[in-house]
């Protein structure tokens, strides 16, 4: 018997508005990424020499599932 809570939410507001920030937070912030990914956005924003956003681990997780990777 599966004994972990799951709960479904759903984000919703206009464009650029910070939908993607805020799952890219959750997701980073209940551990729920795979290992690496938060440092590997993080190094390719510092080789960009862009500042860091939350919105792109969500990118980087689209981009992986497009791939096959997931």
Known sequence: ?????????????HVDHGKSTIIGRLLSDTGSLPNGRLEQVK?????????????????ALKNEQRQGSL
């Open 1 to 13: 018997m599966n004994t972990e809570n799951h709960f479904k939410i759903v984000i919703v507001g």
């Open 43 to 59: 190094e390719m924003c510092r080789k960009n020499s862009r500042p860091f956003e939350y919105a792109f681990l969500l990118d």
